[in-house]
């Protein structure tokens, strides 16, 4: 078992800037990535971005390129997404997810099925 938690999401004005967290407890060596979903209202979940946990590869959603950063510290088991020139289009719930299944070495995996651990949850509203 794998427990995450976020930290981080809230109100900003579009253009500006959120930072948000996500810490792993529990069997986190089993961990192959961590990824960022997003959820608004009445639609699928979806992709953000992702990391492999050992090495760095990254992945991101074409809509956030350039604009967002995700990046991990494998000593305290906290994945990070920096959120920049936000957009009132980027509001969602935003969800952590952990995947624990044996993928190669530095794959990182954009579907939600591909992930086996989810965080509660946490809100970011950009207000136009």
């Known amino acids: 078992q794998v427990q995450l938690v976020e930290f981080g999401g809230g109100l900003v004005q579009a253009g500006g800037s959120l930072r948000l967290s996500c810490a792993a407890s529990?069997?986190?060596?089993?961990?192959?990535?961590m990824g960022w979903f997003l959820q608004a209202p009445g639609k699928e979940r979806e992709f953000v971005a992702g990391?492999?946990?050992?090495?760095?590869?990254?992945d991101y959603a074409d809509s956030v390129k350039g604009r967002f950063t995700i990046s991990r510290d494998v000593v305290t088991n906290t994945v990070y997404l920096e959120m920049n020139s936000l957009k009132p289009e980027d509001t969602a719930v935003y969800y952590c997810?952990?995947?624990?299944?044996?993928?190669?070495?530095?794959?990182?995996?954009?579907?939600?099925?591909?992930?086996?651990?989810w965080g509660q949850g946490t809100q970011v509203t950009v207000s136009s």
């Open positions: 997810a952990a995947a624990i299944r044996a993928y190669r070495l530095g794959y990182v995996p954009v579907g939600r099925s591909d992930y086996d651990y």
């Open positions: 529990g069997r986190t060596f089993r961990m192959h990535a």
């Open positions: 990391i492999a946990w050992s090495g760095e590869s990254t």
